[in-house]
């Protein structure tokens, strides 16, 4: 991947303030959010100032048992087009089942029968996508039962199999270290960096006990340290800090916009 550099997700709610920001390199777009043939004043303006606009699905649902939908692919490869995009994502997940939504990311049994599943339907999206294609790795609540794979295990091989990117999120990997006593250091250490297309950061809160990764609190200095530590390892081609509602002042995104950079 070329340098991204620092980004912030783009949202409806923030967009003068994005468009005004010094220091933001690149923009990340909710795919389901936007229409191809309609885009949002800010996202044309942004792209004739020549800044990357990535696309991120939420909705492929990539580790379901059914096929992902054509329709699904199309909407995001049409939007990727527009918007001349380097790369598109989703994540690592299931997100319906037997004709049920379930309006959460959901984690994937580390099972070969579900890997093979999850390469099937990546290649399927890779065939109709037209870009490079990259994986997030997910906040769960709960692990399957009976893993015959490490989450570093599944991701390595995903990748080997298929081609595509991986799309790093630390606060991720945080929430899951807090609530599911994973080591994200030694997942760093085991993870293909080399197929790293770009980094997510985040906020989150603690509430009984239990860490969740809102996208609606400050970065914590925690998430910031694991941040440290995957660039101890790798230069990541970019990061981009997520905002997804109870949106600070310009001063505050700025400010950690600014603590993303330091840490790179």
Same mark, same amino acid.
């Given at each position: 991947? &070329?340098?991204? %550099?620092?980004?912030?997700?783009?949202?409806? *709610?923030?967009? #003068?303030?994005?468009?005004?920001?010094?220091?933001?390199?690149?923009?990340?777009?909710?795919?389901? /959010?936007? @229409?191809?043939?309609?885009?949002?004043?800010?996202?044309? =303006?942004?792209?004739? @100032?020549?800044?990357?606009?990535?696309?991120?699905?939420?909705?492929?649902?990539?580790? %379901?048992? *059914?096929?992902?939908?054509?329709?699904?692919?199309?909407?995001?490869?049409?939007?990727?087009?527009? =918007?001349?995009?380097?790369?598109?994502?989703?994540?690592?997940?299931?997100?319906?089942? %037997? +004709?049920?939504?379930? %309006?959460?990311?959901?984690?994937?049994?580390?099972? @070969?029968?579900?890997?093979?599943?999850?390469?099937? /339907?990546?290649?399927?999206?890779?065939?109709?996508?037209?870009?490079?294609? &990259?994986?997030?790795?997910?906040?769960?609540?709960? *692990?399957?039962?009976?893993?015959?794979?490490?989450?570093?295990?599944?991701?390595?091989?995903?990748?080997?199999?298929?081609?595509?990117? =991986?799309?790093?999120?630390?606060?991720?990997?945080?929430?899951?270290?807090? /609530?599911? +006593?994973?080591?994200?250091?030694?997942?760093?250490?085991?993870?293909?960096?080399?197929?790293?297309?770009?980094?997510?950061?985040?906020? +989150?809160?603690?509430?009984?006990?239990?860490?969740?990764?809102?996208?609606?609190?400050?970065?914590?200095?925690?998430?910031?340290?694991?941040? +440290?530590?995957?660039?101890?390892?790798?230069?990541?081609?970019?990061?981009?800090?997520?905002?997804?509602?109870?949106?600070?002042?310009?001063? *505050?995104?700025?400010?950690? #916009?600014?603590?993303?950079?330091?840490?790179?």
């Amino acid at each position: 991947m &070329a340098s991204l %550099g620092v980004g912030i997700g783009w949202r409806e *709610e923030i967009d #003068l303030t994005v468009e005004r920001m010094p220091g933001v390199d690149f923009v990340e777009v909710v795919a389901e /959010n936007l @229409r191809p043939d309609a885009l949002p004043e800010s996202i044309v =303006l942004l792209r004739e @100032r020549g800044m990357p606009v990535l696309p991120h699905a939420v909705s492929l649902s990539v580790g %379901g048992a *059914e096929p992902v939908a054509p329709h699904r692919i199309e909407h995001l490869a049409r939007l990727a087009e527009v =918007l001349d995009a380097p790369v598109a994502s989703d994540h690592v997940c299931f997100v319906r089942a %037997g +004709g049920l939504d379930s %309006g959460h990311l959901m984690p994937v049994p580390r099972t @070969r029968e579900a890997l093979d599943v999850v390469v099937d /339907n990546v290649k399927t999206v890779q065939a109709g996508l037209g870009v490079p294609f &990259a994986l997030e790795n997910i906040a769960a609540l709960l *692990e399957w039962p009976d893993a015959e794979l490490t989450e570093a295990q599944f991701l390595t091989e995903l990748t080997d199999r298929t081609g595509c990117l =991986l799309l790093i999120d630390v606060a991720n990997m945080y929430a899951n270290a807090r /609530n599911l +006593g994973q080591d994200p250091a030694r997942l760093l250490d085991d993870l293909p960096l080399e197929r790293l297309a770009y980094v997510h950061i985040a906020g +989150g809160v603690e509430n009984h006990g239990v860490y969740h990764d809102t996208h609606a609190h400050p970065v914590r200095p925690e998430v910031l340290d694991l941040l +440290g530590e995957l660039v101890a390892r790798t230069n990541p081609p970019g990061v981009l800090l997520e905002r997804d509602d109870d949106y600070p002042t310009d001063a *505050e995104l700025a400010a950690e #916009l600014a603590a993303i950079r330091e840490r790179l």
